[in-house]
């Protein structure tokens, strides 16, 4: 039997020497994204990492393999699959089993990243509960709640419910950071006007709530909320206002299920005038900014000697 995993070995190698690496998705080259825009977006993304000093580790599903730290050629190919998977938690072993290739999710992302010793991942922005449908809730959330990692979005999806997506969050445990912020991000929009439980100003202070979550045993997530930077913006009255007549033009047309989100982006990105599309590429390079910079401080307070009369995790 073929091995599940293959790490990069710039990786591996990495990860041994206690240095930072940042886990990237790659459903949103496979779904995310039109061509060309996919592939050039991805590399953006790897490249703002290395400007960070850490080491970006893209996970997709080539062929039945799971590849943690895709080479460029390995990047290029998974960008012109004619007819990829999105990969979630469910979809891995069939995935796997029938030797097919595909984009991993925020739910499979984060398994995988932490599976493979990666404790820093950077999102556009999570799933949710849909609008209108608080039966369709995305595995991104449970998932969230038993993976310890930590996960840096600009919030939700805004084509979600908010409201209670932030709800769900609560009740499964998982901690919602916002950074430099004291309200849910809205993705494209800066604000949802919905209050954080908490704040973190420095990539140092996420550092230390990670760290506090693993002293303590959970096994949540810490979800890392950044808002996207203002110039990028988009005014959060008008983005929900056109979110609202494309769910509405879904309900319409029939349209649900896997369909529903494609269908409600694309839909934004007209309304907008591709607005939402560059705002979105705003976001996604800010959170792999800012997750390179977490994965260093962690980094740097692990190798940090304890200071006298401090207790160590053994000594528990």
Same mark, same amino acid.
């Given at each position: 039997m073929k091995p599940l995993f293959t790490?990069? $070995?710039?990786?591996l190698q990495a990860l041994?020497? @206690?240095?930072?690496? #940042?886990?990237?998705?790659?459903?949103?080259? %496979?779904? +995310?994204?039109?061509?060309?825009?996919?592939?050039?977006?991805?590399?953006?993304?790897?490249? #703002?990492?290395?400007?960070?000093?850490?080491? $970006? &580790?893209?996970? @997709? #599903? !080539?062929?039945?393999?799971?590849?943690v730290g895709l080479t460029p050629p390995e990047l290029e190919r998974l960008a012109h699959e004619t007819a990829p998977l999105k990969v979630s938690l469910r979809d891995l072993p069939a995935a796997l089993a029938h030797g097919r290739s595909g984009g991993t999710t925020v739910a499979a992302t984060s398994f995988l990243a932490h599976?493979? @010793?990666?404790?820093?991942?950077?999102?556009?922005?999570? +799933?949710?509960? *849909?609008?209108? *449908?608080?039966?369709? #809730?995305?595995?991104?959330? $449970?998932? !969230?709640? /038993?993976?310890?990692? %930590?996960v840096v979005c600009a919030g939700a999806k805004a084509i979600l419910d908010l409201e209670r997506t932030l709800e769900r969050l609560e009740t499964l445990g998982v901690e919602v950071v @916002?950074? +430099?912020?004291? /309200?849910? $991000?809205?993705? %494209?929009?800066?604000?949802?006007?919905? =209050?954080? =439980?908490a704040r973190a100003d420095t990539p140092d202070e996420v550092a230390a709530i990670a760290q506090a979550r693993d002293a303590l045993g959970l096994s &949540?997530?810490?979800?890392?909320?950044?808002?996207?930077?203002a110039e990028a913006a988009l005014d959060w009255d008008e983005a929900n206002a056109e979110i609202e007549a494309a769910v509405a033009a879904a309900e319409a047309q029939g349209i649900g299920g896997k369909e529903l989100t494609p269908f409600l982006l694309a839909r934004l990105s007209t309304q907008t005038g591709g607005r939402s599309l560059a705002a979105n590429q705003a976001l996604l390079l800010n959170n792999s900014r800012i997750a390179a910079?977490? &994965?260093?401080?962690?980094? /740097? /307070?692990?190798?940090r000697p304890a200071a006298q009369g401090e207790p160590n995790a053994q000594d528990h």
């Open positions: 790490l990069a $070995p710039p990786i041994r020497d @206690g240095a930072p690496v #940042v886990a990237l998705e790659s459903a949103l080259i %496979t779904h +995310g994204l039109p061509t060309p825009l996919n592939l050039e977006v991805a590399r953006k993304m790897e490249e #703002v990492v290395r400007e960070e000093g850490a080491l $970006p &580790a893209t996970i @997709g #599903v !080539l062929e039945g393999t799971i590849h599976q493979a @010793g990666i404790s820093v991942f950077a999102t556009g922005g999570i +799933g949710g509960i *849909h609008r209108g *449908h608080p039966e369709d #809730v995305s595995a991104d959330l $449970p998932a !969230l709640s /038993t993976t310890p990692i %930590t @916002g950074y +430099g912020t004291d /309200t849910f $991000p809205a993705f %494209t929009s800066p604000s949802s006007g919905l =209050p954080v =439980p &949540a997530a810490v979800l890392v909320c950044a808002p996207i930077p910079r977490i &994965a260093s401080a962690l980094c /740097t /307070t692990a190798q």
